[in-house]
């Protein structure tokens, strides 16, 4: 199944009624990276001119521009997947709540989230989609997207029954169809960050794998002389992001067995129980063991 939205924070917990919003009278510590403003109610500042007004104007800083008024979350990729700042289609097969609003007719973060929830001093009821609490995350994409047409769909099953690509599996990741003969990882294109693509569906979370984030640095010099040995003594890939991080591709193959020629190095590994670019022996091979 494919996970078009990954939240976190929809705690099961009864319905409050939410108090008020009150701009501080005084200024609340200094602000900065580490600082959460969220449930606590002394921030209204960061984000407001002034006062709102319930159901008239916000007052929002920076135009009501969300990249800023949300800027701690932008660049934070798990579970942040759906598109913003982009209009709402009516040709597309979604229906939008009427509670959930645009702005000028565009997706924002307060569209999906509460935010105004959010100014509260709460301590228990920290969630924030709208609607929450659901029993599965994927009850609220649901709000909107049909879910029997995403309830059956896996990503990874790009080969139709006739043998043949099915190239609409290729949209969920690419921004365009590659040419999967010619095509090289340098030449394709992403909807996204490819961390926050997989993650759509494999919310793993934490430290992976044994208890390390791969992810979190570039690999040294050392390491990525390791890695291109092994790309030539084995005859596979292990494609790094964009930023020369490594990501769930550089160790998975996301493709379906016959996507890609098998002689190609970009095929090894799609016909694998955890498709591992060197199933069963990966861990042991990169790190010597």
Known sequence: MIVLLSFWGCLSVPEQEAPKMAMPTTEPTVVNEKTNIHFTGQYCNECHERTPVKGGDS?????????????CHHGMTPGYCHPLDINSDPNEKFT???????????FTCDTCHDVYRQCQKRLFDRYTLRGAPYPRKTDFCYRCHAGKKYQALNAHHQIQADG?????????????????KTATYEDVTFIGNTRALCRRCHPIEGDHPGDFDHMAEPPSAKWLKHMADMQTTYDIILPLAKDGKMTCITCHNPHQKGVIAADKPAAKGADSKYRERLPGSLCIECHQM
């Open 96 to 106: 939008i709540p009427a509670d959930f609003p645009l702005q000028d007719g565009k």
């Open 59 to 71: 007052y929002l800083k920076y135009n009501g521009d969300y990249q800023l008024l949300c800027r």
């Open 164 to 180: 043949t690509l099915d190239t609409k599996m290729c949209l969920y990741c690419h921004a365009k169809k590659p040419d999967e």
